[in-house]
């Protein structure tokens, strides 16, 4: 079954360091987000991503992060400047078509760690 | 962010028994709704789904109810089996305006062979 990939699957960074969380999204999707889970809360909607651009974003994406798509295949999450509270799951996700009926997949995360 | 709860944070059913996980929403404008299933250190897995248009879907061993009026959606699992035991997100979007879910907290479920 086709999945999506996402590395590293843990990364530990120094608060004020630049991240990029990457992912490899199933290869016949069109549709890609990006969602985190700061430990014991709930799961967070941050961006989605269609046509080579920001299709919708959260109240969380501020300008310190930002989404590429960089080859046709990678779709990356980088974060400029990390803060503590950026510490977090951060889940990449796919889909073919827009309409929920089939949902959509996740891949299996990246713990994503500032010290 | 209240928009969907998940007031049980954890069941505990036996093998074979039917497991019921609830969840409960505000914001009227909603009209898809989903159900998610995640084992520890992985993503979450979609499970089944239901449009605002019908109040049940099913699909092997997993039914959707969705009651509208009460803002209510609950997931039945019959039988329940071990290697269900995980945690059930449910999440819900306003399909025509955006493409963002909005998620519950989660229920542990547990089913004990």
């Known amino acids: 079954e086709p999945e999506v990939t996402q590395t590293p699957s843990h990364q530990v960074t120094q608060m004020g360091q630049e991240v990029i969380l990457r992912c490899v999204p199933i290869?016949?999707?069109?549709?890609f987000y990006w969602y985190r889970q700061i430990l014991g809360q709930k799961v967070e909607f941050l961006v989605s991503f269609y046509n080579n651009e920001i299709s919708e974003k959260s109240e969380i994406f501020d300008d310190q992060f930002s989404v590429e798509r960089p080859d046709g295949s990678n779709f990356t999450l980088k974060i400029r400047s990390t803060k503590l509270e950026d510490s977090a799951m951060y889940f990449c996700a796919s889909a073919r078509y827009r309409e929920f009926v089939y949902g959509y997949t996740f891949g299996s995360g990246t713990r994503l760690t500032v010290v | 962010d209240q928009q969907v709860k998940q007031n049980s944070p954890s069941l505990s059913v036996q093998e074979g028994r039917i497991s019921i996980l609830n969840c409960d929403y505000t914001?009227?404008?909603?009209?898809?709704f989903l159900w998610y299933k995640k084992y520890p250190a992985e993503g979450p897995t979609f499970l089944i789904s239901?449009?605002?248009?019908?109040d049940k879907n099913e699909d092997g061993r997993f039914t959707v109810f969705l009651n509208k009026s009460a803002k209510h959606l609950s997931l039945h699992i019959v039988p329940s089996q071990p290697g269900d035991s995980a945690v059930y997100f449910c999440a819900a979007s306003e399909q025509t305006s955006g493409s963002r879910l909005t998620f519950g907290e989660g229920t542990q479920l547990t089913v004990n062979p």
């Open positions: 290869s016949n999707h069109l549709y």
């Open positions: 914001n009227s404008m909603f009209d898809y």
């Open positions: 239901i449009s605002s248009i019908k």
